[in-house]
C-alpha cells in the first residue's frame, strides 16, 4: 500500500439492521481500513456483539429515516475519507490498495465505485436499476462531501466536491434468489409509499403507468438485460413494478387515513 495510509485516514461505515449472520464478512473485507465504524440501527440480533469482538467502532440507536440514520454514522467516522458498505456488500484488498495511493491525488470529493452484483451465486452484469441495485455508487468521499437527505427508502444526496472513479468493485450480494429479490420489492414498495403519503407527493396513475413501461425497457433493452435470460426477465418486471406498487400502497395508505 502507499504510505499515504499514514498521513491520511480511512473510515469504513456499515449501516446494520440485524445482521449478525453477514457482518463478519463484511468486516474483515475491510479490514484494510484505518477504522470501521458499524451503526446498529434497533438491532437485536448478535450484531453489536460480533462487531465489537472483531475490533469495530459501535453506535447503537434507532434512526426510522435512512438519511438521519447515514448522517449519523458519518458523523462517527474520525477518518478524512469514508467509505460506505452494506452488510451484504464486501470490498476486497485490491480495492483498499487503489484507494490508499488514489488518496495521494484525489481532490476533495466523491468517488464512484462499480459492484459485481449477485443473485445467489450467479453474478449478474446487466439490468440492474431502480430499487434493486446499482452498477455503481459514490460511496467514497471526504468527510463532509456528501450529505443524505431523509427518506425510508434511497434518498437523495447532496455530493460536493470533484467526482472522479476507481477501477476495482465492490461485490454486492443483493440477495439469494428471485423470492427473496421479490420479497425486496415488496418492503422497499412498502417504505417508498409511506414516503409519498408524508410528503404529500402520490404522482397520477398516467405517469405510474408510463414509468412501468420506461423502467421495465431500460433495464431490459437499455442497460441489458436480455443477456440475463431469465434474471433480466425479473429484473426487467421488478424494476417496472416499483412505482406500480408504491403508487397502489400509497393510495390504500391515504385511503385508510381518510377513513
Known amino acids: 500500500m502507499s504510505d499515504k495510509k499514514e498521513t491520511v485516514r480511512l473510515s469504513v461505515l456499515i449501516v446494520a439492521h440485524n445482521e449478525a449472520e453477514q ?14 465504524v458499524v451503526l446498529m440501527d434497533r438491532c437485536t440480533d448478535e450484531t453489536e456483539q460480533i462487531s465489537k469482538q472483531l475490533g469495530a467502532k459501535t453506535v447503537v440507536g434507532a434512526w426510522p429515516l435512512e438519511g438521519d440514520r447515514r448522517n449519523a454514522g458519518i458523523d462517527a467516522c474520525s477518518g478524512d475519507w ?11 484488498r485490491a480495492l483498499g490498495d487503489e484507494i490508499y495511493n488514489a488518496l495521494s491525488t484525489l481532490a476533495p470529493g466523491c468517488v464512484l465505485i462499480g459492484f459485481d452484483n449477485f443473485v445467489g451465486t450467479h453474478h449478474i452484469q446487466y439490468g440492474w436499476g431502480a430499487y434493486n441495485g446499482v452498477p455503481a455508487k459514490y460511496c467514497l468521499f471526504k468527510k463532509g462531501m456528501k450529505k443524505w437527505h431523509n427518506a425510508r427508502v434511497h434518498p437523495p444526496t447532496d ?12 461485490t454486492h450480494y443483493v440477495d439469494s434468489d428471485l423470492s427473496a429479490l421479490f420479497r425486496r420489492l ?3 414498495s412498502d417504505a417508498a409509499a409511506r414516503d409519498l403519503v408524508d410528503q404529500n407527493r ?14 421495465s425497457f431500460k433495464s431490459y ?17 421488478f424494476s417496472g413494478l416499483y412505482p406500480v406498487l408504491t403508487y397502489l400502497k400509497a393510495k390504500e395508505l391515504q385511503f385508510k387515513k381518510g377513513n
Open 221 to 237: 433493452v437499455t442497460r441489458g438485460g436480455y443477456r440475463e435470460g431469465f434474471f433480466g426477465v425479473a429484473l426487467a418486471l
Open 186 to 188: 415488496m418492503s422497499y
Open 202 to 215: 402520490i404522482p397520477g396513475p398516467f405517469k405510474t403507468g408510463r414509468r412501468f413501461i420506461t423502467r
Open 23 to 36: 457482518i463478519e464478512a463484511c468486516i474483515k473485507s475491510a479490514d484494510f481500513a484505518d477504522e470501521i
Open 159 to 170: 455530493l460536493l466536491g470533484e467526482k472522479s472513479a476507481l477501477s476495482e468493485k465492490i
Open 82 to 92: 469514508i467509505l460506505e458498505l452494506d452488510a451484504d456488500e464486501r470490498a476486497s
